[in-house]
């Protein structure tokens, strides 16, 4: 009987140290995995970092790029606009009186042109309709009847 008891004893003290020695490897393995979290975690928040300043340059670069092309336009404008305010003239011998931001007069002549041609269109229509009455057609001309027109002498003029 005492040696059933004393391998019951045996038995029952390798049950505990069985226990034991697997709570320790789960403790090992556990502190294991922690450490592995704490790497990952060092390697994840350095891969932010890295990724907020890569965010802070691009956006500080634009916000540059931006400023830089709002002041290049800003001094054009500038520039334009006091060439023509301060009646700087063109140079050359071929400037025509031009003056700086002036369109010149070659430049003007077709649209120049375009609009007597409108306006004679207009008026030439204007006469051709004879179904409209005398009150419509003085309504769009600028023309005047010719009995209210001024008569002027041929001495008026000092010729």
Known sequence: MIYVIVILLIVLLGLFSLSSISQSYASAQQAQAAIEASRTAQIAS????ITILVMALLIVSFLVAVAVIAYLIYRLKIKTMSGSANGQWLPGPNANFGRVGQPSADEMLPAMMTMLLLDLLSK????????????????????????????????????
């Open 46 to 49: 350095t891969g932010n970092l």
């Open 124 to 159: 030439s229509m204007m006469r051709q309709q004879p179904g409209q009455n005398q009150q419509a057609s003085q309504h769009f001309t600028l023309e005047e009847p010719l009995d209210q027109l001024p008569v002027l002498d041929d001495d008026f003029w000092g010729v």
